[in-house]
């Protein structure tokens, strides 16, 4: 059992309103349930509860176990000073709060809605409502979803505003770092991450024009080259880095910090920052572009980069492949780039800048654009429920990652949906 269980049933009155009684044997009726508190304080807040003749209005505090109230040293704790009932489902200690009426409320849960809630907590699939998935309504998946994928950017956009901060308010800076973070894809997306923020916009601006000053930097940088390489290219590329990493100070990362194993050499991080390499050089300044565009087309245009010819016969420095092949990025990387990074920065932009058009734009870019593909969508499709858009699936693995699985399915709306019926 989890506390979550119990705000759940005290948020959506999941119990028997006219039998309840507390443990001292008075009955209790529920005026409010009050507001539902996720920060510090009591559970709930400002509700109204008759305790027999008497009505009481402030906040309501639950607990697994009677217990825990001074467990959570509550008993010195200001904040709880205001509270009208403790509502617990075990009352293992009959005196933990003198001064509050104690409401027991296992025996007040409808068994059903037990059975329910067991049932989803306990399954032993991927989907933990897999089998009763089909009976819930459309109308209550497209709703849950909508608030989900504003949940991801929500989560999202407060890491990117601590970015933002670090960068002192400047967007190019974080368009770059989240770009980058971006080209690393999963695996990469740290020790993408850091090679950005390790070399300065402003420095890769002033060599833009020059291709192999970029790449030399962003190698260099990325520890992937040193003065022992023996490949024609990358001892090039390590000499004008040596220049341009005592001009400006440069710390590069280890090399150690890259992931190669068990990846597609086409996505081998030393192909995806030649690649970036490329846009950088192409689209400085990105920033600006990226508001400005708002067709799909227009914005795939700006990140069509090819890395550079070395690349065509090359995965890695000084291993020739059999297959000459141009290293251009695709347009489900790009879509992943314009999903991922481009219609979020979009949204966070206009948020900061309190444009409500814009924002909306963002939304509708996103809603514009396909379906991904991966293993999680992957499971939804295998239980017959389709993403019309980028902006479902989006919604769909926040679903996944955020309640199917660690079972926070009294918190979801199709769960509840579930547990309620």
Known sequence: MKESFLHAVWRYSLYTPTALVTEGGEQVTVLSNGLYNTNAGPDFLEAKVKV???????????????????KHNHDKDEAYSNVILH????????????NIPVLCIAPFIPKLVLEQYHSLIQANTKLPCSSQLPQVKDITKEAWLTRLLAERWEEKLKTWEE??????????????WRLAANFGFKVNAEPFLALAQSIPINILAKHGDNLKQ???????????????????????LYQEYS???????LTPLRAYSWVFMRMRPANFPTVRIAQFAV???QSIPL???VIEKEEVKQIMS????????????????????????????????ILNIIINTVAPIKFLYASEMGTTDDQEKALTLIDSLPVEQNHILDIWQQHKWLAANAAQSQAQIQLYNGYCKPKRCIECAIGLSIIKS
């Open 243 to 249: 220049f341009l990493q005592k001009k400006y100070k």
């Open 287 to 289: 920033f600006s572009k």
């Open 214 to 236: 970029i790449e030399a930097l962003l190698f260099g940088q990325s520890g992937l080259i040193n003065e022992e390489s023996e490949d024609d290219y990358a001892k090039a």
């Open 279 to 281: 846009l950088i050089h």
């Open 52 to 70: 027999g003749k008497t009505v009481l209005v402030g906040h309501i505090e639950m607990h697994i176990n009677s217990s825990d109230w001074k």
């Open 302 to 333: 700006l990140f069509e980069s090819t890395a550079s010819e070395y690349w065509d016969t090359h995965y890695r420095f000084g291993e020739e492949s059999a297959v000459k092949r141009k290293k251009k990025l695709g347009s489900s990387s």
């Open 87 to 98: 509502v617990v489902y075990h009352d293992d200690a009959k005196d933990a709060t003198p």
């Open 163 to 176: 970015l933002l901060q670090q960068s002192a308010g400047d967007w190019r800076s974080l368009l770059y």
